[in-house]
């Protein structure tokens, strides 16, 4: 079964860091760009983040940027988010996409996404 898993979520004070991770099952990373979209409550989803397939290119929303860092490590099928300076408007669900294989950046549509992990930003 081809899928994407994301892990690395939980509960942190504003201003601390986390750092997810993005693994593939079934089928191998390298070949794709992989994003990261989020969902607050009540909000849209929005795009965070976008990997190239060879990690050298990479693009950030406005909110996020400085504070977040994309990376990847094709050896070990997973990509990452470096979450620091972490906000309160920073909560919500996380996941990790995959756009079709051709697509040297994140444009939809998407042929994978993973099933999402909470992030929560609280004092």
């Known amino acids: 079964q081809l899928q994407l898993v994301e892990s690395g979520g939980g509960l942190v004070q504003p201003g601390g860091s986390l750092r997810l991770s993005c693994a593939a099952s079934?089928?191998?990373?390298?070949?794709?760009?992989i994003g990261w979209f989020r969902q607050a409550p009540g909000k849209e989803r929005e795009g965070v983040s976008c990997?190239?397939?060879?990690?050298?290119?990479?693009n950030y929303a406005d909110s996020v940027k400085g504070r977040f860092t994309i990376s990847r490590d094709n050896a070990k099928n997973t990509v990452y988010l470096q979450m620091n300076s972490l906000k309160s408007e920073d909560t919500g669900v996380y996941y990790c996409?995959?756009?079709?294989?051709?697509?040297?950046?994140?444009?939809?549509?998407?042929?994978?996404w993973g099933q999402g992990i909470q992030v929560t930003v609280s004092s």
């Open positions: 079934g089928f191998t990373l390298n070949y794709y760009a």
């Open positions: 996409v995959a756009p079709g294989i051709a697509q040297k950046m994140c444009v939809p549509p998407y042929d994978y």
């Open positions: 990997i190239s397939r060879s990690g050298l290119n990479t």
